[in-house]
Nanobody, 128 residues
Framework: QVQLVESGGGLVQTGGSLRLSCAAS????????MGWFRQAPGKEREFVAA????????PYADSVKGRFTISRDNARNTVNLQMNSMKPEDTAVYYC?????????????????????WGKGTLVTVSS
């Protein structure tokens, strides 16, 4: 069983930056494809970014491309999401996710392929 715990959420002004972290336990991180998702109030959960086991593949949602960067530190069992140039529409609960078999690219179509493990989420609020 994999446990995922997010941290780093909070309140930030438009144009500001925030860094989210996800600590994984229960399994060696290098065996997992990892991703970040978000759910805004009244909206469905959506894919944000993913990273392959080696870190060489990093698909992003178009809405965050060029502003957000996902990274992983397999030695420390953590995955990070650096968010820059933030906008009010980035306001959401952000969830860390992991897949034990399928790829990071499969997380882009997660509703079809599924997600094995979810964290409980961390709230990010961007004020205008």
């Amino acid at each position: 069983q994999v446990q995922l715990v997010e941290s780093g959420g909070g309140l930030v002004q438009t144009g500001g930056s925030l860094r989210l972290s996800c600590a994984a336990s229960g399994r060696t991180l290098s065996t997992l494809a990892m991703g970040w998702f978000r759910q805004a109030p009244g909206k469905e959960r959506e894919f944000v970014a993913a990273i392959s086991r080696s870190g060489t593949s990093t698909p992003y949602a178009d809405s965050v491309k060029g502003r957000f960067t996902i990274s992983r530190d397999n030695a420390r069992n953590t995955v990070n999401l650096q968010m820059n140039s933030m906008k009010p529409e980035d306001t959401a609960v952000y969830y860390c996710a992991a897949n034990s078999v399928s790829t990071a690219q499969a997380m882009v179509q997660w509703k079809r392929s599924g997600i094995d493990y979810w964290g409980k989420g961390t709230l990010v609020t961007v004020s205008s």
